[in-house]
C-alpha cells in the first residue's frame, strides 16, 4: 500500500505551477516594436541562449519534487527478505528483588554512579545486542514467573526499546505493612530456563544458544532448574551463565521515615555453584560480571559458535520513500538556480 504522509504540502504546487507560468509568459511574450525589422542584426541562437530556455523548466521540476518530498510518500506493511549468518540467542534477565542491590556502582571523580545489579544486566546485555547485529535474539525475564518480553527477532531497534522497559516490581503491602506480591519478587530460575528452551525449540539456525544473567539464587518456581537443564541438553542448546554481583552484605536504596532516600545493607547470595553447574552440563561457560574481561571472553566464546544462514522477512510499519525524491530535487534545484545565475546572470 503507497500513501503520502503530509498530502498537504501538495498545496505548494500552486505557487510552483505559477512561478513557472510566469517565467515562461515573461520570456516569450515581451518585445519591443520596431519597424525596420531587416536592418537588424540577424539573431543567432547559441548554447547560451538553449541553456537559458531550458533552467527554468530544470529549477520548477526540482520544486515541485522537493514539494512531493515533503508530502513524505510511503509504503505501508512493507515486506522485505533478508539472509545472514546467524546464531539463535535468547537472553534470560533475572528481574527479582535481589537485583536491587547496588554492589555494581561505579566510582568516578565526581562521586559514586549508583547502579542496581539489573542495570548492569541491562548495560552487559545492550553491548552483548551491538556486537551481534546479524543473530536472532530474544528476551525472557524471571523474578517468581517467567515472562517471554520478544520472540526471536533480528529487530534489535525493537529489542533494545523492550530492554530499555525492564524494571524489578515495587513491593505491594497491605495495610498491616506485609508484602503481598512476595512471589515476584523471588528468583525462578528454572522456569526462566525452561521458557528460553521451548523458545529455542523450532528457531531455524543449528546453533542454539541461551545466555542467563542472574545473581543465581534459585528459590521459587514450578520446574526445578535440574530438570530445565536435562531440557536443555535434550535439545543441544547450550547455556552460557553470567553471574552478577557478589555474597554478603549488600546496599540497597531505601527511605526513611522523613521519604529521605537513604543506603541500608542486606545479606544477598550469588549462588555460583548452580551457575556453574548450568553451563558446565549443557557445554556452555560461566562468566562474572565482576572480571572486566568476564564479557570479551564471552563474547569471544559466542563467536567461535558454529553459524547457520537463515532468511526470514522484515516487516515495517512505514517504509519511507522520499529520499527518492529529495535527492534529486535538490539537484535540480541547485543546478537549475546556479547554472541559470552563470548564463543569464538572475535567478529565474
Known sequence: MFRFANPFYFFLLLPVIAAGWFVYRRRYRQGVLYSITHRLVPLTVTWRTRVAAVLPAVTVAGLALLTVALARPQTVLSRSRRTSDAVAVHMVVDMSGSMEALDLSIKTPAGTRYRTRLDAVKETFSEFIAQRPDDLIGLVTFGGFATTRVPLTMDHRA?????????????????????????????????????????????????????????????????????????????????????????????????????????????????????????????????????????????????????????QDVYYQFNERFPWFLMPALCLAVVGIGANMVVTRRAM
Not at 284 to 300: C, H, I, Q, S, W
Request: hydrophobic share 35%.
Open 159 to 311: 529489542l533494545q526499546h523492550v530492554l530499555e522497559g525492564v524494571e524489578i516490581p515495587s513491593p505491594s503491602r497491605d495495610r498491616s505493612g506485609r508484602v503481598i506480591n512476595e512471589e515476584e519478587l523471588m528468583t525462578a530460575i528454572g522456569d526462566a530456563l525452561a521458557t528460553a528452551c521451548a523458545r529455542l525449540e523450532d528457531a531455524a539456525p543449528t546453533s542454539r544458544i541461551i545466555v542467563l544473567l542472574s545473581d543465581g539464587e534459585s528459590n521459587t518456581g514450578i520446574i526445578p532448574p535440574e530438570k530445565a537443564i536435562e531440557v536443555a541438553e535434550e535439545l543441544g542448546i547450550k547455556v552460557y551463565t553470567i553471574g552478577v554481583g557478589s555474597t554478603g552484605r549488600a546496599p540497597f536504596k531505601a527511605r526513611d521515615m522523613s521519604g529521605r532516600e537513604t543506603i541500608h545493607y542486606a545479606h544477598v547470595a550469588l549462588d555460583e555453584t548452580l551457575l556453574k553447574s548450568i553451563a558446565e552440563k549443557t557445554g556452555g561457560r560461566y562468566f562474572n560480571v565482576r572480571d572486566p574481561k568476564g564479557l570479551t571472553r564471552a563474547m569471544e566464546a559466542i563467536n567461535d559458535l558454529e553459524t547457520t544462514e537463515v532468511e
